[in-house]
């Protein structure tokens, strides 16, 4: 089983790194996370959009899904949770929902500028 998990932690960080945002001169352009408790203390997070046409008819700009890995989150020892913050190109979206999956990620489901 660390074989498999060992692949597809290889397998993740091979997707992340190429298709993970990138600033104006190709640098790697992560998000800040932010636990609505204030611990662990913010961190950076390459987030990979997934699927915004599926969000979009509902309210337009304001819905998105984003996948990370799971692993980066246990780094930090931190537990995404309904609330937290993550801060997108100096855009905040509140997590909704924080969805497993069987691949070592973790989808959430953010919402631009709830408050």
């Known amino acids: 089983m660390a074989a498999?998990?060992?692949?597809?932690?290889?397998?993740?960080?091979?997707?992340?790194?190429?298709?993970?945002?990138?600033?104006?001169?190709?640098?790697?352009?992560?998000?800040?996370?932010?636990?609505k408790g204030g611990t662990p203390a913010p961190f950076p997070l390459m987030l990979l959009q997934l699927d915004p046409l599926r969000l979009e008819p509902a309210n337009p700009g304001n819905f998105a899904m984003y996948w990370a890995i799971e692993g980066d989150f246990t780094a930090q020892n931190c537990t995404p949770q309904q609330g937290d913050v993550i801060t997108i190109d100096g855009a905040d979206y509140m997590v909704e929902q924080?969805?497993?999956?069987?691949?070592?990620?973790?989808?959430?489901?953010?919402?631009?500028?709830p408050v």
């Open 4 to 35: 498999w998990s060992a692949q597809i932690d290889a397998l993740n960080r091979k997707i992340q790194g190429t298709f993970a945002p990138t600033d104006a001169t190709g640098n790697p352009d992560p998000a800040l996370y932010k636990a």
């Open 98 to 113: 924080i969805q497993n999956d069987a691949g070592n990620g973790i989808r959430l489901l953010v919402e631009r500028n």
